[in-house]
């Protein structure tokens, strides 16, 4: 028989306003096994917990329920403080009567009765609990940092620098992400290659940073500390060993018409190509869609030119499975190409462009070598209109609900930028609301304004049509009520930021979870907003959530932080609350197998003893490191041999006849 | 009805006599000539072996516990029979390999009370001859319609193809054509149409007949597990159900969840129950929904897929999705 004290929290008021917190108490004190039950003004507070290691110690208690708010708030808490007096920590529970009880209910008699069952549930349960132990896993003292953008390139840089080692896989030829592609960068106008280029060049010389460009993840298995991960090496048909980046293949290379991914499609590349000078690794790769040899068998002028002998045409692709203690996500994202808007005539109109685009027509290193002219005839334009908001905040099912947060700014500084070089220039903007939170921000914005002379106008782009050679663009002025159309040579949409298309499968393959967007979810959006609610799985930049610079490099340091918090470490407890089969009740049906996301059932022939008769049976068996404690498997289980420990059939059957009797 | 058993003997005795198995679930009359049962036969007493229209009983269940034993088992399916069959060797219960199974027609089953319906009684034999049902009375030779007298589950057949076998005993194209096409959620939309009092004032009355004498259970070949929950005292679930008559009615609540997304509809349950509780409504109740949610899915088709209830993919969305969008995402 358990020996229980029962511990009714008030939390202030936040409880005892609306659940009379003595009469729970009382209410227990009849309960199977409840030696004990009192209430207290903070549970959590250091006078709380000693009340209970008190109790405890005065009482022989065996168990312990606290009537207070979620356990995700302070079970770990508690369950540290009962075994400080002596009791295994799993001899505790925690009846919900904050969040499940008296911030839902108004009526003081309602919340008392369901305050009353929920802790006599708690009671039911704690007397079928067994002490349970945690078990101990190493930690494997390397990260894999998946992305190679400036977010991932932070985290790699931070973890190196506290002396662990770190992979980053990035599926471009390059690192570097979007902000290779972007011209200068607001608030303070710095050209962003040159902050980006040393980062780059930083994490290919660190000697505790090794890059697998070109790269991707193929598998995850493991934990916490423990994960197991298959690469999959693209093959680039070049040696990377050997290449020394000379360039000399790509100059002689005769298939030249592929639309330029780094300069957005405004301009052609070669079949065998870098994507920009200072790319990182400096090996290019071929592509066999466009590459002669692969098509006809023929050609072959790379492999003649190359000195170094560096192209080799049967590279295959490789894989290689490493160990990692942690995983960083930092797959970034990709600006929504506006293909469905056909307001905007994005897809009949060259001159209709998207906001990386006309980074990259402003570009020095661009295809225009950074004089801003037309896609369509080579000409300066003289009126460019920018729209914003493309595809965010918006209602139909084209359009993201949330805000893209950095197209504001953005859009002010090619705005700024355009005036400056060209003052001779017309800018309006069209905009829903100017968002410009931010330290610098709104002055940046407000220079645009003010010194440059751009106009803002509140309203939205109805129309974009090409009549001659120009571009009319009708739109509404929401301020003057006014209709309005204007002439244009450009239009520039900023358009959305959407997560990396790769963000489903890879969240699937990290059982980390993803949001109705795709954008990665954080274990708390206050709290804990760099970790994944899966352990071991940290989040860094624009795969959460849009984010600028400054706050993808700040998140990347924090996330950087919580890595190397659990490097530190040289073991991890593991969650006893597992799952685990009855081998003599197991069926070998596989059920069980069939639903565990996390693969954490095998089966074996094992010899058993059922009652004096040997025999080998095909049974399931859970790995304890691997398992989540999610139950899927038990409530699967057609014959009952799978339970979960800490949370046994027979202690929610408890629980369940507690609250309904 | 005469062609096929005399083909069917002589194949059996071939396959027993050449080695291909060793022994044979066959059929064996009972105290009636519609009291027949699944029994085991040898070379030596193969003469009892016979099949006719009462012989509706799934083999397949049986086949756990034989294809534990020594040496192979002849088992005789008929095509929805094999249903049942790939779930057990989906399921790991049955060893397929010490299983020769051999394809049998079916023309569809009779029930006895059908016949006992229409007012004939004292039955001394059955002689069914396709079309028409010939049965010798205390009272004189009386006759029936094969349609008039169908084993409920039969007028619902899922047809002449069997869906695993090592070898059939004549073409799946050969064989007679069963006179289906009703509608088998027909009973189910009733149901459904009932406002939730009725629904349960006619489950509490249906099940209150139950005498807890596990037929149903015992014959089902979903209910395959090496204990059941009922029999296992830790269980937590077994003393519950004897608490009071309506946790006992809740036996048959938890068995359609047990087998939802396994039962193949082969409506054992329902023949066996001699309180005659039309369970088979419960599973079908099941099968609609699941049909209904995750699109069309025969359990037991074949000996792989796995049931749609029981299934993680990498596909799968989170749950808060398919809350929202009803799991298209
Ligand atoms: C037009 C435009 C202008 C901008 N201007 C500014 C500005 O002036 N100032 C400013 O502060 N911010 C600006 N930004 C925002 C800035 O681009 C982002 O904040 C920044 O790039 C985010 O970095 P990231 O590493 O999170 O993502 P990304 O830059 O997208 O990097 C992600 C990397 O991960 C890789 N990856 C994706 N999926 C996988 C996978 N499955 N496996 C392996 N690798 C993968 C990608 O290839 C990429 O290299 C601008 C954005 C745009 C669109
Ligand atoms: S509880 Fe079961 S289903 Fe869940 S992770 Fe553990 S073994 Fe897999
Ligand atoms: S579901 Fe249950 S019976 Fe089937 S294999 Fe898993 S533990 Fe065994
Ligand atoms: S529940 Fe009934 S119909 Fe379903 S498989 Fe079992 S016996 Fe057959
Ligand atoms: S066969 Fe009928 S009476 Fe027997 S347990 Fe099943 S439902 Fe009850």
Redesign the interface.
Known sequence: MQKIGVFVCWCGSNIAATVDVAAVAEAVKGEPGVVFATDYQYMCSEGGQSLIKETIKEQGLTGVVICSCSPRMHEATFRKTVEAAGINPYMLEIANIREQCSWIHKNKEEGTEKAIILAKAAVAKLNLNTPLIAGESRVVKRALVIGGGIAGIQTALDIAEAGYEVDIVEKQPTIGGKMTQIDKTFPTLDCAACILTPKMVDAAQSEKINIYSYSEVEKVSGFVGNFSVTIKKKPRYVNSDLCTGCGACMEKCPSKKTPNEFNMGLDNRTAIYIPFAQAIPKVPVIDTAACLHFKTGKCGICQKTCSANAIDFDQKEELITKEYGAIVVATGFNPLKPTKFDEYQYNQCADVVTSLEFERLMNAAGPTKGVLLRPSDQSHPKKIVFVQCVGSRGQSCRDHSYCSKICCMYTAKHAMLVRDKYPDTDVTVFYIDVRTPGKNFDEFYRRAVEEYGVHYIKGMVGKVEQVDGSLKVQASDLLSNDQMVLDADMVVLATAVEPDPTAKSLATMLTASIDTNNFFTEAHPKLRPVESPTAGVYLSGVCQGPKDIPETVAQGSACAAKVIGLLAKDKLLSNPCVAHSDELLCNGCSTCANVCAYGAIDYVDKEVNDHGKREVRHIAVVNEAVCQGCGACTVTCPSGAMDLKGFANRQIMAEVDAICK | MREINEMLKKKVSELLENGTADRIIGWQAGEFCYDVTPAVMRKDNLDELFYNGFCGANQSKYLIQESLEEGKVLALLKPCDTYSFNQLVK???VNREKVYALGIPCSGMLDVDKIKALGITGILSIEDNGEEIKVATMYGDKTCKRTEVLQERCKVCKGKEHKAYDELLIPDEDAPEVPNGEDRFELVNKLEAMTSQERFDFWRGELSKCIRCNACRNVCPAC??????FD?D????AA?SNADDFEENMFHIIRAF?VAG?CTDCGECSRVCPQHIPLHLLNRKFIKDIDEFYGEFQAGEDDTA?GPL???T???C?P??VM?KGGEA
């Not at chain 2, 395959?224 to 929950?229: G, L, Q």
Request: proline share 0%; hydrophobic share 15%.
């Open positions: 399921e790991h219960r395959s597990c090496r204990t059941c929950v296992n830790n269980s937590g679930v519950k047990h396994r796995k029981t299934a993680y990498e596909g799968d989170e808060s999705i929202e």
